[in-house]
């Protein structure tokens, strides 16, 4: 029997096997999906963040912090695969992300909750949508109602979501754009909408250099 992708990424983890799908999902993931947030760290500094817990150059404390967040992250979602999306799935992905950083000490930004005040992404003057606080748990629960019950994602599936312009990942509209959190960031919830990918027989795993199979 073919083994799927969640079955190799939890026997390399759990072995410590160098050089493998593991890893790689590890840091392209968490790299692709800081990047989008605008973090400061390249590549190459993820994976030596991943590998070592240290890195050449200079970057900001808070985009260190959530890169090894983001690694706990992604071990979070492999070891509760089947676990149904629920609000207090978000929340808790929410809160690894976010542990230890700057966002984490304000209690405005609600770490590990759904924002409890208005807020608007790009400063005062924005044609980016966010969630009224009225609609915050509806939207929240449209997201899970559009992941739940698709056990395989196909490749154009994955291209309609995300997109790839020049091996990056670009965040296209959809029901991410509603900002239910007050950070107004989503890496949680791409790691969540993810889940899908486990439980296909042959997953697709999306890399920085493109999509493979």
């Not at 072995?15 to 990047?35: L, M, P, R, T």
């Not at 997201?143 to 309609?160: A, H, M, P, T, Y």
């Not at 979501?161 to 965040?171: A, N």
Request: hydrophobic content about 40%; some cysteine; overall charge neutral.
């Amino acid at each position: 029997m073919d083994r799927t992708l969640l079955e190799a990424l939890v026997f390399q983890r759990d072995h410590h096997i160098d050089g493998n799908v593991y890893k790689a999902c590890q840091c392209d993931f968490a790299y692709n999906s800081n990047h989008i947030e605008g973090s400061t760290l390249t590549h190459d500094q993820t994976v030596q963040i991943f590998d070592r817990a240290t890195f050449s150059g200079t970057a900001a404390v808070d985009d260190i912090v959530e890169a090894r967040n983001h690694f706990r992250a992604f071990d979070h979602v492999l070891d509760t695969w089947d676990e149904p999306l629920s609000p207090d799935y978000l929340r808790a992905m929410h809160r690894i992300l976010k542990s230890g950083t700057a966002y984490a000490a304000n209690p405005v930004m609600s770490v590990g909750e759904f924002k409890k005040f208005s807020n608007v992404i790009g400063g005062a003057v924005s044609d980016v949508e966010t969630a009224s606080l009225e609609d915050v748990l509806h939207l929240a629960g449209d997201l899970i109602d559009s992941r739940e019950g698709k056990s395989v994602r196909q490749f154009e599936g994955v291209c309609k979501r995300h997109g790839l312009s020049g091996g990056y990942l670009r965040l296209c509209p959809g029901p991410l754009r509603g900002h239910v959190h007050a950070d107004g960031e989503r890496v949680h919830v791409r790691a969540a909408r993810h889940l899908p990918f486990s439980r296909a027989p042959r997953a697709v795993m999306m890399t920085r250099r493109g999509v493979a199979a």
